[in-house]
T-cell receptor
Framework: NAGVMQNPRHLVRRRGQEARLRCSPM?????VYWYRQLPEEGLKFMVY????????ESGMPKERFSAEFPKEGPSILRIQQVVRGDSAAYFC??????????????FGEGSRLTVL | DQQVKQNSPSLSVQEGRISILNCDYT??????FLWYKKYPAEGPTFLIS?????DKNEDGRFTVFLNKSAKHLSLHIVPSQPGDSAVYFC?????????????FGKGTLLTVNP
């Protein structure tokens, strides 16, 4: 499967625990984006990363959220001390080019986080 | 502040007929518009796009129309097929280096009845 791979597909956490979501971009893509979809809402941009660099994190909540895309391995979105409002579907996308692209992103199937 | 609005949460059409999905935007800085299609438990997949320098773009059964003065775009699917049943998201972006930052509408659930 050469598509964007996300895991886990479903994650349940209790309030105060940590959530880690992983994303492997499509083969040949070096640009990764995270979007969040809250219930009954559209997807909202969170962060844009290249290998070892955060390019734009303007959509990330100021606290508890962080993202990385190490030289080796998948991109990781980390949410510390989760709260019920973090319950959402988190989508990762990738593209072969960065800011030159036309917004045509390739999305993964998403990771659905439920906070009890 | 919802900058991209899809005012119809759902739409139902008969197979073979035309489906028209509508989208309005408020930010005049948007200059690139996209439609994504999403099946349950899957990620959105790119369908068709249009630049603000055009007013129409066609790809097979799918045509997107852009009315800049009205800040309105629409997606036409002709003829509609049962496999088109999905949630359709309208999205917009600004050029100039941040066109990866898509602003999505809430989506319209299209159901095509056999």
């Amino acid at each position: 499967n050469a598509g964007v791979m996300q895991n886990p597909r479903h994650l349940v956490r209790r309030r105060g625990q940590e959530a880690r979501l992983r994303c492997s971009p499509m083969k040949g893509h070096s640009h990764v984006y995270w979007y969040r979809q809250l219930p009954e809402e559209g997807l909202k941009f969170m962060v844009y990363l290249q290998k070892e660099n955060i390019i734009d994190e303007s959509g990330m909540p100021k606290e508890r959220f962080s993202a990385e895309f190490p030289k080796e391995g998948p991109s990781i979105l980390r949410i510390q001390q989760v709260v019920r409002g973090d319950s959402a579907a988190y989508f990762c996308a990738s593209s072969p080019r960065g800011t030159q692209n036309t917004g045509e992103l390739f999305f993964g199937e998403g990771s659905r986080l439920t906070v009890l | 502040d919802q900058q991209v609005k899809q005012n119809s949460p759902s739409l139902s059409v008969q197979e073979g007929r035309i489906s028209i999905l509508n989208c309005d935007y408020t930010n005049s800085m948007f200059d690139y518009f996209l439609w994504y299609k999403k099946y349950p438990a899957e990620g959105p997949t790119f369908l068709i796009s249009i630049s603000s320098i055009k007013d129409k773009n066609e790809d097979g059964r799918f045509t997107v129309f852009l009315n800049k003065s009205a800040k309105h775009l629409s997606l036409h699917i002709v003829p509609s097929q049962p496999g088109d049943s999905a949630v359709y998201f309208c999205a917009a972006s600004k050029s100039g280096g941040s066109n990866y930052k898509l602003t999505f509408g809430k989506g319209t659930l299209l159901t095509v009845n056999p």
